[in-house]
Nanobody, 120 residues
Framework: QVQLVESGGGLVQAGESLRLSCAAS????????MSWYRQAPGKQRTLVATISGSRGTSYGDSVEGRFTISRDNAKNTVSLQMNNLQVEDTAVYYC??????????????WGQGTQVTVSS
């Protein structure tokens, strides 16, 4: 079984920064794309940023230039550096990864989510 465990959420003021981290563990053979999604109350879950195994990245329009996604392939981790946070960034942030395990092909996995709250 695979687990994704997020950390780093919290309460900050507008303009401040936070760094989220997510670690994948289990019977992992290789990790493909890794992403961060977020879901605000009453809204759909949306893609924030994604990074491929070769470290190609893409971002949602609302975070471009403020957030940076990175990964450590040796440790099976993905991070999201969030700068100049705004109130509208308040949401539960979820880690997502496509992972090949020793018992199956590639499957998609989600973390449990971490709350980010930005106050004005």
């Amino acid at each position: 079984q695979v687990q994704l465990v997020e950390s780093g959420g919290g309460l900050v003021q507008a303009g401040e920064s936070l760094r989220l981290s997510c670690a994948a563990s289990g019977r992992i053979v290789t990790v493909g794309v890794m992403s961060w999604y977020r879901q605000a109350p009453g809204k759909q879950r949306t893609l924030v940023a994604t990074i491929s195994g070769s470290r190609g990245t893409s971002y949602g329009d609302s975070v471009e230039g403020r957030f940076t996604i990175s990964r450590d392939n040796a440790k099976n981790t993905v991070s999201l550096q969030m700068n100049n946070l705004q109130v509208e960034d308040t949401a539960v942030y979820y880690c997502y990864a496509v992972i090949m395990t020793t018992r199956s092909g590639y499957n998609a996995y989600w973390g449990q989510g971490t709350q980010v709250t930005v106050s004005s």
